[in-house]
């Protein structure tokens, strides 16, 4: 044994024969007989029990379970036994028994008070670590931000406050508030709050450090504060903000009622730990939600339209890209109606250079500059030429291949002027399964200062069908080796086992072959557009151009 100096505490015969000894000695040490009296004590029991002395009992003088251990020891002196604990007044000792050959104890009483302290500190400590570890995991876990903030508040009540109260930044003059309660539901509500009459939460929420809780008297909260199951009056407060990655994520609010102990200021800094990992995550959440909200109105405007049937014409459209986990990529079509049936409706498929988000972009600008050259669409090689000049300008170095298609109906028959512009020819798939290409070819578009193009004009019967279609069709790659093209044949085959077809079932038809000659494997962006001529008229559409045509007649009158 060592005393507190470290060195080799006095043995218990030495102490006893020895009364100098025994009273500098640095430990409360007292004997005992077989009988329970105390024979002697040295100065520092006698600090620790002043009334004691020689001869008193020992169950009169020391606590009872110091008492019970000397009762244990004095029935089998032989016994080997570990230190007995207990408390003395306010302070923790470790009591070490040596029982004499005369029947007598010696008893070593040890103070591993502070010792209790730091290894119940550490202990604490290490349980806070592992929660702030939990609690960054769980939170971060999902991008969700009302699932975020419902973990936190929910988290909040498991482990720092008996309710909790999560205020969001203002949205205008409104916030969104989360409240939980131990052992309630969380529940969330957006509304207007004077955010001014709870101390220290305007500045929480301007990223500014918390107030201390004995500042703030819970009595002045507004009812909008507290959670609406929380029935008693709340006893303890605690403010703090929720720090984000440059702006605040929030503040959070933490109630304990007046029957739990107040917050303590180790239990302050460990919630402002806790509200710097949830104001992390909630950051994180909030930036997924606002740029998956962008995302979603940009793809929106460069997704390619759904397809119907215009002024007595059908139309179908199809569109996968290159990669399963992107939605956009560099194919891309579009239909404009003409105002009325009489008027040409102008159908647009078109390839960029690339694929993925930098060809979208591209595809995007292509897409708005021919909406604006709509008023031209009369005239195909002067919308390629000016949309041509409109990419040669700008900062993009991709070039794209364009169809048009001006279409319009007379009667029974779809009457169609395409112009290609570096694309692949259009197929057209007659009544009798007969497969054509249209006879029109030009250059590409964003390449070279001047534009060609040769148009070709056409007429399709009740149930035929013109196709347009990009190169990822025919260049897929696929079959029983995995390395063949799809090749051009092939498709015409395909598409005149569609003779006869609606449009959209030709192009769910070319869709659904060329997804099985890939396979698993890699292909480009695929895009297929059909343009019919339903078999039988439509009589709406009759009517509108018969009366176009009176209306034409009494003008030229």
Same mark, same amino acid.
């Given at each position: 044994m060592f005393d507190a100096s470290g060195s080799p505490a006095p043995s218990a015969g030495a102490v006893v024969q020895d009364g100098a000894a025994w009273n500098l000695a640095p430990y409360p040490v007292l004997v005992t007989d077989r009988d329970g009296t105390v024979v002697e004590l040295n100065g520092a029991a006698r600090a620790l029990?002043?009334?004691?002395?020689?001869?008193?009992?020992?169950?009169?003088?020391?606590?009872?379970?110091?008492?019970?251990?000397?009762?244990?020891?004095?029935?089998?002196?032989?016994?080997?036994?570990?230190?007995?604990?207990?408390?003395?007044?306010?302070?923790?000792?470790?009591?070490?028994?040596?029982?004499?050959?005369?029947?007598?104890?010696?008893?070593?009483?040890?103070?591993?008070?502070?010792?209790?302290?730091?290894?119940?500190?550490?202990?604490?400590?290490?349980?806070?670590?592992?929660?702030?570890? !939990?609690?960054?995991?769980?939170?971060?876990?999902?991008?969700?931000?009302?699932?975020?903030?419902?973990?936190?508040?929910?988290?909040?009540?498991?482990?720092?406050?008996?309710?909790?109260?999560?205020?969001?930044?203002?949205?205008?003059?409104?916030?969104?508030?989360? #409240?939980?309660?131990?052992?309630?539901?969380?529940?969330?509500?957006?509304?207007?709050?004077?955010?001014?009459?709870? $101390?220290?939460?305007?500045?929480?929420?301007?990223?500014?450090?918390?107030?201390?809780?004995?500042?703030?008297?819970?009595?002045?909260?507004?009812?909008?504060?507290?959670?609406?199951?929380?029935? !008693?009056?709340?006893?303890?407060?605690?403010?703090?903000?929720l720090p984000g990655h440059g702006v605040p994520a929030g503040a959070l609010i933490l109630l304990r009622s007046g029957h739990e102990q107040a917050f303590s200021s180790d239990e302050e800094l460990f919630a402002?730990?806790?509200?710097?990992?949830?104001?992390?995550?909630?950051?994180?959440?909030?930036?997924?939600?606002?740029?998956?909200?962008?995302?979603?109105?940009?793809?929106? !405007?460069?997704?390619?339209?759904?397809?119907?049937?215009?002024?007595?014409?059908? #139309?179908?459209?199809? #569109?996968?890209?290159?990669?399963?986990?992107?939605?956009?990529?560099?194919?891309? #079509?579009?239909?404009?109606?003409?105002?009325? $049936?009489?008027? !040409?409706?102008?159908?647009?498929?078109?390839?960029?250079?690339?694929k993925g988000l930098e060809a979208a972009v591209l595809t995007g600008k292509i897409r708005n500059t021919l909406h604006a050259l709509l008023p031209l669409a009369a005239d195909h090689l002067r919308m390629l030429t000016l949309l041509n000049g409109a990419l040669l300008s700008s900062h993009h170095t991709r070039f794209a291949t364009l169809v048009l298609a001006s279409v319009r109906r007379r009667g029974s028959e779809v009457r169609l002027r395409l112009t290609s512009a570096g694309h692949l020819a259009p197929l057209i798939v007659r009544a009798d399964g007969t497969v054509e290409e249209a006879l029109t070819h030009g250059s590409l578009i964003g390449a070279l200062p001047k534009v060609t193009a040769v148009s070709a004009e056409l007429t399709l019967g009740p149930g035929e069908t013109c196709v347009l279609y990009t190169d990822g069709v025919t260049e897929a790659r696929g079959g029983p080796l995995g390395d063949e093209l799809y090749g051009e044949r092939r498709l015409q085959r395909a598409v005149a086992e569609c003779a006869g077809m609606p449009a959209e079932a030709v192009v769910e038809r070319i869709q659904m072959l060329t997804a099985q000659w890939v396979g698993p494997g890699s292909h480009d962006d695929i895009a297929t557009v059909a343009i019919g001529a339903p078999r039988s008229p439509d009589p709406a559409l009759m009517r509108d151009q018969a009366r176009a045509g009176v209306a034409d007649t009494r003008r030229n009158g």
């Open positions: 029990w002043p009334r004691a002395a020689a001869g008193d009992r020992l169950r009169d003088t020391v606590p009872s379970w110091l008492t019970e251990a000397h009762d244990r020891i004095a029935e089998d002196p032989s016994a080997t036994v570990r230190p007995f604990h207990g408390a003395v007044a306010d302070r923790h000792f470790e009591a070490h028994p040596t029982a004499r050959d005369d029947g007598r104890v010696v008893w070593w009483l040890v103070d591993d008070t502070d010792r209790r302290i730091a290894r119940a500190a550490l202990a604490d400590a290490r349980r806070r670590s592992e929660l702030l570890s !939990e609690v960054a995991g769980q939170l971060l876990s999902t991008l969700n931000l009302p699932r975020c903030m419902e973990m936190t508040a929910r988290m909040a009540t498991d482990h720092l406050a008996e309710a909790a109260v999560l205020v969001a930044p203002p949205q205008g003059h409104r916030h969104c508030l989360t #409240y939980a309660h131990r052992g309630g539901p969380v529940t969330r509500v957006i509304a207007q709050v004077d955010v001014d009459r709870v $101390p220290g939460l305007a500045e929480a929420l301007q990223g500014f450090p918390p107030v201390p809780a004995r500042w703030i008297d819970p009595a002045v909260l507004p009812d909008w504060v507290r959670p609406p199951d929380l029935t !008693e009056p709340v006893g303890s407060v605690i403010i703090t903000p402002r730990l806790f509200a710097a990992r949830a104001g992390a995550a909630l950051s994180a959440a909030r930036l997924y939600t606002e740029q998956a909200s962008i995302t979603t109105t940009l793809m929106r !405007e460069l997704l390619p339209p759904t397809l119907k049937s215009v002024h007595g014409v059908d #139309y179908a459209g199809a #569109y996968r890209p290159a990669r399963d986990n992107e939605r956009i990529g560099g194919d891309f #079509y579009d239909v404009h109606p003409g105002a009325d $049936p009489d008027q !040409e409706t102008l159908v647009v498929l078109g390839d960029v250079a690339g």
